[in-house]
C-alpha cells in the first residue's frame, strides 16, 4: 500500500493542540508525519489527496451506539451500521450491550469485536451487561467481561433501579476501576410513558415523564459514586435539571463524566407534532428550555461528550400509534453534522466540537485513538462544514432509516473516512 | 364537502369558533328534523361509512351509526372482537384493506391518543374520530355545547366546571378547547392526582376542592371515574371519592340555581354523581346530550363527506 500524503488541509487535534493548515502523511496504518513543513521526509511514490482547504481531524469515536445484532438483524447489522457509520466520519463505535442476547458473556464481547474488525472499517468497543441479560435482577460477570474487552459496564436502555445492586455493583467495579454508565431514567416514572411532562403531551394526552426522573436517578447514583468512587458515566442527558446535578457534583471533584445526543441540543418537544413517531425517543424530546440548558452544558464543558444514541427501527416499530410505537432514532450519519450546527451558531469552536466527538470519548473509554499524534492509528475524517446536504429518510447510508432529522438542511459533508489507513468511505460527487 | 371544513375532522384543536357555530347551527336543525323523523335520506345515499371501534362502546358506535344511517348513508359497523385486528393485524394494515374496499368515510375510536391521525395520514376516506386514547373526543364536546346552547342561548361568558378524572378524559380535553374556543370559563375540579400539571396552561383553572370549584357555575360536568385508577395509586377508594369529588344534591345546591347537569355516560351512579342528581328532570340534561349526539354526528358526517348539503 501507498503511503497517503494528505496536503491543503486544516489539521485538528485539540488533544494534541493542534488547529492548523498543514499536510499529514500516513504509512501503512499509522500516522508518521504530521504538519510536515517541507517535502523533506515525504515518500517519493505515494497517494496525495488534496483536501482543498478542508477539515482532517481524528475519526469520529461515538460512545454510544445500539446495532440490531445479535437478535434485530431487520433493524440494522453490525454490517449495515458500519456502512453508516463511515459516511458518518465515525471510526469507533461502543455498542450497548442489549442485544438479544444481551452481551453478558465473555465469548459474546469477543464475538462483537471480531464482527467490527471484518468490517475493516470501524472498530467495535462493546461494552458489557452491568447486570444478567440487562435486567437488573443480578450482576453480571462483569471483570471477565472486562478481560474479553468490554470497556465499560451499562444496561444499556435500562437503568439499573435498585439501589442495592448499584451501590454494590459499583463497589465491586471500583475495585478494578471499571466504568459503570447509566441511562438515568427512574424507570417507576417513566413506565409506559411516551413523551416529557409538559403542555404539549396534555394536550396531545400521551402518558408522560417528568423531567424529575431524570434528576432523581442521577441524585441517587452521584451519592453512590461519592461513596465507591467507582467511575460513573451518565449517558444522554436531556434536562437542565439532570446536568446541574452532574456540574455541582463536577465541581466537588467526582469521578463522573457525561454525554449527550444530537437530538437534545437540536431538537425540542415541537417534534412530536401531531404524534411524529419519528422523534419518539427515550429519554423523550424535552422542553425549549431543556435543550438550550443542554447547549450551555456543552459550551462550559459539564458535558463531555456528544454520542449519536443510534438506535435503529424498522418502519413496522414506527407506524403505529404513538404511545405503542417504538422509542429511538438513527444518528450515525448526521452526529458530525448535527454537532457543526452549534459551531455556525457561534456556541462551539471547531476544536472544542471535535473534542466532544472524538478525543473525549476516547479519554472516557481508555482507548488511545481519538488523535492525530504521532504514532497512532490512522483513523481519519476529512470533512467540509461549509457545505450543506440534506437528510431524505429511505436514502441514508445503513439499514436503518428513522432519522428524526428527515429533511433538514444540515451543515458538513464527509469527503473522505480512512480506518486504520485504508479509506472506507468517499463522498460521490453529486 | 363543505370546502371551509378539511378531509378529516380529528379533534375541536384548530377548529375556528365561526366551524364550530356552523356545525352547532347544523346539528340544531337536525335535532329538530330528527323529532319529525324527516331527515335528508338522500344526504349520503352510496356513501360507505364504517366504524371502526377498537374500543368498547355502545353508545357512541350506535350514535354514530343512527346518524349515518339518518342520512342515507350505508352503514357497516366494524368492532375488534370480530375484526382480524385481535389475530395479530396492525392498525394500519386494516385502514388499508378499508380503504381498498373504498369506505368514504371512516369514524374510528381508538385506545391509543393519535391513532386516527395515523390513519388519516394512510387513507382516502374522510376520518372522523370518535375517541382516541386521552387525547380527543370531539363530537362529544360538540354535542355537549350544542346542549348548552340550547339551554342558555349562548356559550359565552358562561361558567363550566368539569369534574373528575381529566387526567385520563379526551372528553375534558375537547370540551376545554371547545369552551375556550367560544369565551366560556372552564374550571378543572378533581384530586391533584387526575389533573395534569399543565392544565392551567390549556386554559381551565384547577380546583382541588369540590365545594369551592363548584360555586357559582352554569354548567357541571361530571367524567365517568374508571376504576384502575384505584389500582394504580392514583385514589385510595371509591368511597373517599364520592365523599370529596362525588356531585350530590348538598354540592349541587352551591352551584347556581339553574345550573346544568352533564355527564358523558356511561354513569357510576353512587361513586362519581349520586342517582337523584342523575336522575333530576330540571337540572340533569344526560338524556339530552345522548338525542343531541345523533343530531351532532349528523351535522359532522354532512360537513366532512365529500357532498353538497342539500338546501
Redesign the interface.
Known amino acids: 500500500m501507498k503511503p497517503i500524503l494528505f496536503t491543503n488541509v486544516r489539521l485538528i487535534d485539540p488533544q494534541s493542540g493542534i488547529d492548523q493548515p498543514g499536510k499529514l502523511l500516513v504509512k501503512n496504518d499509522k500516522i508518521v508525519g504530521v504538519d510536515l513543513p517541507t517535502t523533506e521526509g515525504q515518500p517519493e511514490d505515494c497517494e496525495i489527496i488534496d483536501g482543498q482547504g478542508s477539515i482532517l481531524c481524528p475519526g469520529l469515536v461515538d460512545m454510544r451506539v445500539t446495532v440490531g445484532e445479535p437478535g434485530y438483524e431487520y433493524r440494522e447489522t453490525i454490517a449495515t451500521a458500519a456502512e453508516a457509520a463511515a459516511a458518518g466520519g465515525i471510526t469507533t463505535m461502543a455498542i450497548l450491550p442489549n442485544s438479544k442476547p444481551a452481551i453478558d458473556n465473555p465469548a459474546l464481547v469477543t464475538l462483537l469485536k471480531a464482527k467490527g474488525e471484518a468490517t475493516k472499517s470501524v472498530s467495535i468497543l462493546p461494552y458489557g451487561a452491568l447486570s444478567v441479560g440487562c435486567e437488573g435482577q443480578e450482576l453480571a460477570e462483569i471483570e471477565l467481561l472486562q478481560e474479553a474487552g468490554a470497556i465499560g459496564f451499562t444496561d444499556g436502555d435500562r437503568a439499573l433501579a435498585n439501589t442495592k445492586l448499584m451501590l454494590q455493583t459499583m463497589l465491586y467495579a471500583s475495585g478494578f476501576d471499571g466504568l459503570i454508565i447509566q441511562h438515568p431514567e427512574d424507570p417507576s416514572l417513566a413506565k409506559n410513558s411516551s413523551a416529557t411532562e409538559s403542555i404539549l403531551a396534555t394536550r396531545l394526552g400521551l402518558p408522560s415523564v417528568p423531567t424529575a426522573a431524570e434528576a432523581i436517578m442521577i441524585a441517587r447514583d452521584l451519592r453512590l459514586a461519592e461513596q465507591t468512587n467507582c467511575r460513573l458515566h451518565f449517558g444522554h442527558i436531556s434536562t437542565a435539571e439532570g446536568l446541574d446535578l452532574i456540574r455541582q457534583a463536577k465541581a466537588k471533584g467526582l469521578n463522573i463524566s457525561c454525554d449527550t445526543a444530537p437530538v437534545y441540543f437540536d431538537l425540542n418537544e415541537e417534534s412530536i407534532g401531531d404524534f411524529r413517531t419519528y422523534a419518539k425517543l427515550s429519554p423523550p424530546l424535552r422542553s425549549e428550555a431543556d435543550r438550550l440548558a443542554i447547549c450551555q452544558g456543552l459550551i462550559d464543558g459539564t458535558i463531555d461528550a456528544i454520542a449519536s444514541d443510534h438506535l435503529p427501527r424498522d418502519v413496522d416499530d414506527k407506524r403505529l400509534p404513538f404511545a405503542e410505537a417504538a422509542p429511538g432514532g438513527t444518528g450515525l450519519v448526521t452526529l458530525l453534522s448535527v454537532t457543526l450546527i452549534q459551531v455556525k451558531n457561534g456556541n462551539l469552536t471547531l476544536p472544542q466540537a471535535i473534542s466532544l466527538l472524538c478525543c473525549n470519548p476516547a479519554r472516557i473509554l481508555r482507548q488511545s485513538i481519538g488523535t492525530l499524534a504521532k504514532g497512532s492509528i490512522a483513523d481519519l475524517c476529512l470533512f467540509d462544514p461549509d457545505q450543506n446536504w440534506q437528510v431524505q429518510a429511505g436514502k441514508l447510508p445503513g439499514r436503518a432509516q428513522n432519522t428524526p432529522f428527515d429533511n433538514r438542511i444540515l451543515p458538513g459533508i464527509v469527503l473522505g473516512t480512512w480506518k486504520s489507513g485504508h479509506r472506507v468511505y468517499k463522498r460521490e460527487h453529486s | 364537502m363543505d370546502k371551509s371544513f378539511g378531509q378529516h375532522f380529528l379533534g375541536i384543536?384548530g377548529l375556528p369558533a365561526e366551524q364550530i357555530e356552523i356545525l352547532l347551527d347544523r346539528a340544531e336543525n337536525y335535532a329538530l328534523l330528527n323529532r319529525s323523523r324527516k331527515t335528508p335520506r338522500n344526504l349520503l345515499r352510496e356513501r360507505t361509512l364504517i366504524t371502526l371501534f377498537f374500543e368498547n362502546s355502545t353508545r357512541t358506535r350506535t350514535s354514530f351509526e343512527l346518524a349515518g344511517k339518518r342520512l342515507g348513508a350505508d352503514v357497516i359497523n366494524m368492532s375488534v372482537s370480530t375484526s382480524s385486528v385481535s389475530k395479530g393485524e396492525?392498525?394500519?394494515d386494516t385502514a388499508y384493506t378499508l380503504n381498498a374496499m373504498r369506505a368514504d368515510l371512516l369514524v374510528i375510536r381508538?385506545a391509543?391518543?393519535?391513532?386516527p391521525?395515523?390513519l388519516a395520514q394512510k387513507v382516502d376516506a374522510s376520518v372522523i374520530n370518535a375517541g382516541?386514547?386521552?387525547?380527543?373526543h370531539p363530537t362529544q364536546a360538540l354535542l355537549d355545547a350544542l346542549t348548552i346552547r340550547r339551554h342558555f342561548g349562548k356559550l359565552s361568558g358562561l361558567t363550566v366546571a368539569i369534574c373528575g378524572d381529566i387526567a385520563h378524559s379526551?372528553v375534558a380535553?375537547s370540551n376545554i378547547i371547545l369552551l375556550n374556543t367560544m369565551g366560556c370559563n372552564v374550571r378543572v375540579i378533581g384530586p391533584r392526582t387526575l389533573l395534569?400539571?399543565?392544565?392551567s396552561?390549556?386554559g381551565a383553572t384547577p380546583y382541588y376542592s369540590m365545594d369551592d370549584g363548584i360555586k357559582n357555575v352554569d354548567i357541571i360536568m361530571m367524567l365517568r371515574l374508571q376504576r384502575e385508577r384505584m389500582s394504580a395509586g392514583l385514589i385510595p377508594s371509591t368511597r373517599e371519592y364520592f365523599r370529596f369529588f362525588g356531585l350530590d344534591r348538598r354540592r349541587l345546591n352551591l352551584a347556581k340555581s339553574n345550573a346544568l347537569v352533564m355527564h358523558p355516560g356511561p354513569l357510576n351512579r353512587g361513586i362519581e354523581i349520586d342517582s337523584h342528581v342523575a336522575d333530576d328532570p330540571h337540572q340533569s340534561v344526560i338524556q339530552e346530550q345522548v338525542e343531541m349526539g345523533v343530531a351532532v354526528r349528523m351535522a359532522v358526517l354532512e360537513k366532512f363527506s365529500h357532498i353538497k348539503a342539500q338546501p
Open positions: 384543536e396492525t392498525l394500519l381508538h391509543q391518543s393519535g391513532a391521525a395515523l382516541d386514547g386521552t387525547h380527543e379526551r380535553r395534569p400539571s399543565s392544565i396552561k390549556m
